[in-house]
């Protein structure tokens, strides 16, 4: 907790957010995970005394107080830190006790309930938050104390309705605790969501009335609107009448209106008013979110204005910024990304007339002079719309681990930790675990990417080649760290492009498309980051199944080995390496020989040049994929395969576990390949189960966790297709051995296999296993036991 409020870790918000996640990590990974449920509730007793020893700084900064009393700022930001890890992990552990958890509220010694709420009244903004979901936590493992604790911070939001802090926060938690009845299948009695709307429409009325908290009171009362319609269809369809009639009133009653608007105001009124249209616009999200089947024709025709001008509203944003500057770009942000979240949800025929300003706003948020400086994170952007085989080439950042989000946070391309001080509306999403929404401004290169995807497709045709050749030559007119930005904002919008035309059915367009698109995607199979690499080999993939031509198809294939004979780069080679095993994945696979043989020729040939890991770690998975791909066709090449994986796993060092990697996926796609043919008797099946057992035997022998699962894998399928010829005297003791290791992928591989096994040999793995535990020292005996 000192790391947490240490002044140097928290200079800056970006800082702090990456602080309060890693200790956050760290109270997870050892008071949510190592200790048990007695262990867990005295741990969340000394957390809310923690809490609880905040209290006097959180009194004495809402009093005037005198100057001894009174606590400096940097005291209350360096309590906010500390507050918000220890109120997430409290949380987090009552949310896992469940119902066992409810002494804790009784115990007159910690008052948990008193003194999480006493924190909605700081300061900070991301304290006031976490106390927010600290109690949705608490309604959740405790459904009964739901509507008790709504009652008692409804009424406390109405008697300090005058207090900016207690606005926010009791706001914030009322919604959070609205929010948490999604996860209460009893629900909450149905006068509850009348109380809600009528709180919203009086924090909404009232926001005008007083310039202090004005602000606050918009952005709860939209906040309030938000959780209300998580209720469901049931209840919402109750309100939608007072609903439709709260969003006429937020928006300007025609285009005309809103231009004589625009003349007036200040700063301070232009902020209030853009959050209250975002709150507004996410609130819309959430009804077609939550309630699809109550947005018919009719209610859509009732939102037609206020989603014309808040499209409209989009142009005059710059205007906006030039006259006030800083005062309002976080709003506009905000409000940008509310509008593309929610268009990305609705028919776009509902929008039709805004096309031309919606793809005009869109190439500029993704390729604009004025957002190439903005924060782009790979990680957040792109792992959506790469392969999912294809992600493990990108390192063990993006690997299903119990400390992935350390690995993420050591890749060049991080942003850092998200926070829930970045979008409040979180506390309104149904996941269970604690929100980290990032920034508003990497959250809005996000969504534009995902409505850019949506839309394009229903502009005009000559207007779908511009925009792609515009986004070619603004890659190429780029240098350094510029173009990366642009080229991964553009690739990942013309990837998510491709990806939804393959969802619909839909297709590329004029045949003039492809040019550009073809650029783009081989240009990014050049660049050094092997993510957008990643990408790019998914999207020429997606490219060649929109187009569907197989002459196409066949020059891009010829375009793939032309380069690969020219390119001297690793990054090249391995590009277009992968693109060659990807190039069909969504065609129907390979069917040709003698394309299959030009394949395998390079593969071969690339896999073996021991001066680059890199490329021989991507000529590898891809060889995989044509294996894959191949089906039957590939048994021919079965043989030179199998002795190329194992000579390259005897001679590979262990130090390049990627290779090793590579080299275990191809193992498993042979065995795949050949199937139930392992089971035969003859000499050169023999040689092929001999060359599967010793390539796993290396495999297993080697230090990474991750090549060791891949192994217990293979073994798996080997033991699908030829069971006799797996020796489980050895197999078993084995794979028990990794039951307690620290590795999730290690862990997860040996219970899928034990799983496997026992449905068939169920009482020989028994006899091992009790052999094995019998031959243990007592200490390692009680441990597997406990495992």
């Excluded at 199944?545 to 080679?573: E, I, M, Y």
């Excluded at 297709?721 to 591989?749: E, G, Q, T």
Aim: aromatic fraction near 4%; charge should be neutral.
């Amino acid at each position: 907790m000192e790391l947490a409020s240490h002044g140097r870790a928290t200079q800056t918000p970006g800082d702090a957010a990456v602080t309060r996640r890693c200790v956050s990590f760290i109270l997870r990974s050892t008071l949510g995970s190592l200790l048990g449920e007695k262990a867990q509730t005295n741990a969340a007793k000394q957390l809310c005394l923690a809490v609880a020893a905040q209290k006097p700084a959180i009194d004495a900064a809402l009093t005037d107080g005198n100057v001894e009393t009174r606590v400096s700022a940097a005291d209350v930001a360096a309590s906010q830190h500390m507050l918000v890890c220890c109120l997430l992990e409290l949380g987090g552990l009552i949310q896992g006790l469940g119902t066992t958890a409810a002494p804790l509220l009784t115990d007159s010694s910690t008052a948990l309930v008193d003194t999480v709420i006493s924190v909605l009244l700081h300061p900070a903004a991301s304290a006031r938050l976490a106390a927010a979901w600290c109690l949705r936590c608490v309604a959740t493992a405790m459904p009964s104390q739901c509507s008790p604790l709504l009652d008692r911070c409804a009424e406390r939001l109405v008697a300090l309705k005058s207090s900016p802090e207690a606005v926010a926060g009791y706001g914030a938690a009322v919604a959070a605790l609205v929010a948490a009845v999604q996860h209460c299948p009893l629900g909450i009695p149905h006068t509850k969501g009348m109380v809600v709307l009528s709180l919203a429409e009086d924090l909404l009325r009232s926001a005008s009335q007083n310039s202090r908290i004005s602000l606050q009171r918009t952005q709860a009362g939209w906040l309030l609107v938000s959780s209300l319609i998580t209720l469901g269809p049931a209840v919402v369809e109750h309100h939608l009448a007072r609903l439709l009639l709260l969003w006429r009133c937020v928006f300007p009653a025609s285009l005309r209106e809103q231009e004589m608007e625009l003349r007036r105001g200040d700063y301070f009124t232009w902020q209030v008013t853009l959050e209250g249209r975002a709150g507004a616009l996410c609130a819309m999200k959430n009804l077609l979110l939550h309630c699809r089947e109550l947005v018919t024709d009719d209610i859509i025709s009732r939102l037609l204005t206020p989603l014309a001008c808040a499209v409209a509203l989009l142009t005059r944003l710059p205007a906006l910024l030039r006259s006030y500057s800083s005062s309002v770009r976080s709003s506009s942000v905000v409000y940008r990304l509310r509008v593309y979240e929610l268009l990305a949800l609705l028919p776009p025929h509902t929008y039709q007339e805004s096309f031309g300003v919606m793809m005009n706003q869109l190439v500029s948020d993704l390729s604009g002079p004025d957002n190439l400086n903005q924060p782009c994170s790979e990680l957040t952007l792109l792992p959506p719309l790469c392969h999912h085989d294809d992600l493990q080439l990108v390192g063990p950042a993006l690997h299903h681990t119990d400390h992935r989000y350390i690995q993420e946070q050591l890749h060049g391309s991080s942003v850092g930790g998200g926070s829930l001080d970045n979008d409040a509306f979180s506390l309104c999403e149904k996941s269970d675990e604690a929100p980290a929404p990032l920034p508003p401004p990497v959250a809005l290169t996000a969504a534009a990417v995902r409505l850019f995807g949506v839309l394009h497709p229903h502009v005009i045709s000559a207007q779908r080649v511009k925009i792609l050749e515009q986004f070619v030559e603004t890659v190429n007119q780029l240098k350094g760290q510029r173009q990366q930005t642009v080229q991964t904002h553009v690739c990942a919008a013309l990837c998510s492009l491709l990806k939804h035309q393959a969802g619909v059915r839909g297709s590329l367009g004029p045949e003039e498309v492809r040019s550009p698109a073809l650029s783009l995607l081989s240009g990014a199979l050049e660049s050094a980051g092997p993510l957008l690499r990643c990408l790019a080999a998914e999207g020429l993939a997606r490219l060649v199944q929109l187009v569907a031509d197989p002459g196409f198809t066949v020059s891009v294939s010829l375009l793939c080995f032309d380069r690969l004979k020219s390119a001297r780069d690793a990054a090249s080679r391995s590009g277009y390496a992968l693109a060659l095993g990807a190039l069909q994945r969504y065609t129907g696979g390979i069917s040709s020989p003698q394309h299959l043989s030009t394949c395998l020729g390079v593969l071969f040939t690339l896999s073996q040049d021991s001066t680059s890991p890199e490329v021989q770690a991507w000529s590898l998975h891809s060889l995989s994929l044509a294996v894959d791909l191949s089906g039957g066709l590939y048994r021919a090449h079965a043989e030179p395969s199998f002795t190329l994986v194992l000579r390259l796993l005897l001679s590979a060092p262990p130090t390049h576990p990627e290779v090793h990697l590579s080299l275990a996926r191809c193992l498993h796609a042979l065995i795949t390949c050949l199937g139930p043919d392992l089971q035969g008797e003859g000499a050169a099946v023999s040689s092929l189960r001999s060359s599967c057992l010793v390539g796993c035997g290396v495999m297993q022998d080697g230090p990474d966790a991750l090549v060791q699962a891949r192994a217990i894998s293979c073994l798996q399928q080997l033991h699908m297709f030829s069971p006799p010829h797996v020796n489980l005297a050895k197999l078993v003791p084995a794979l028990c051995a990794h039951l307690c290791s620290s590795y999730l992928c290690l862990r997860r591989a040996v219970v899928a296999c034990l799983r496997q096994l026992v449905q068939r040999e169920a009482l020989e793995v028994s006899q091992h296993a009790i052999t094995l535990v019998k031959e243990l020292p007592r200490r390692d005996n009680t441990q597997l036991g406990a495992c």
